[in-house]
């Protein structure tokens, strides 16, 4: 079955660690994307990638660092330059073509900061 | 820039009962809209969409009536269930490139036997 995996479900850090979370999609999409939710809170934008080897800002990137070297993975660090880092993190992809596509979502990672 | 108000939440109600949630756009343009779900624990998936004005999107019961004359694309349902417990988004893409879109910040359904 085609879709999207997030890895891992629950994650645990100390402070002034650096994080790495995990996404890889098998829908041959061509665009990523990883957003932040916080509690009670909607969706806000981290990085994109429309295709490998490139990626741009969103709105909250501060903190954060991504890479695009394969088409279906796209992992996130979370840097400890990321004043307040926990959240539920989710991965979508998209086909990319124009404005009209769905976005499909992993299942997130809720990283936890001790 | 495109952006997406809707109503918040909690929204209490019992089974069976008729379901809305408001959500009004700004934008250049006409772009499609969408409404996603987010049930507990889990990530977000596509509840329906209507890609030109006076569209109804309809899926598992829910409707959404894009209205370009109230810049509006509320979402309803006539009898909710229990299982449609969640927190519902509403969004529509920017204008700029790249296919991201925009959020409204989301409204937590609660449904009660």
């Known amino acids: 079955d085609g879709g999207i995996t997030q890895s891992p479900k629950y994650l645990f850090r100390k402070e002034g660690q650096n994080v790495t979370l995990s996404c890889e999609q098998n829908?041959?999409?061509?665009?990523m994307y990883w957003y932040r939710q916080d509690p009670g809170q909607g969706l806000r934008l981290i990085y994109y990638s429309q295709i490998v080897n490139d990626f741009q800002k969103g709105d909250i990137a501060e903190g954060y660092s991504v890479s695009r070297e394969k088409k279906e993975s796209f992992p996130l660090t979370v840097t400890s330059a990321q004043k307040n880092p926990t959240a539920f993190y989710l991965c979508?992809?998209?086909?990319?073509?124009?404005?009209?596509?769905?976005?499909?979502f992993g299942p997130g990672t809720r990283l936890t900061v001790l | 820039g495109n952006s997406v108000t809707q109503m918040e939440g909690p929204v209490t109600l019992s089974e069976e009962a008729f379901l809305t949630i408001n959500c009004t756009y700004t934008?250049?343009?006409?772009?499609?809209l969408f409404w996603y779900v987010q049930y507990p624990g889990e990530g977000l998936q596509l509840l329906l969409k209507a890609t030109k004005a006076d569209d109804k999107g309809s899926n598992k019961g829910f409707e959404a009536t894009y209205r370009k004359e109230t810049t509006s694309f509320h979402l309803e349902k006539g009898s909710v269930q229990v299982s449609d417990s969640a927190v519902y988004f509403c969004?529509?893409?920017?204008?700029?490139?790249?296919?991201?879109?925009?959020f409204g910040g989301g409204t937590r359904v609660l449904v009660k036997p």
């Open positions: 829908l041959n999409h061509d665009a």
């Open positions: 934008a250049t343009g006409y772009p499609s």
């Open positions: 969004a529509l893409p920017g204008e700029a490139a790249g296919n991201k879109l925009t």
């Open positions: 979508a992809s998209s086909t990319g073509e124009g404005f009209e596509n769905e976005q499909f």
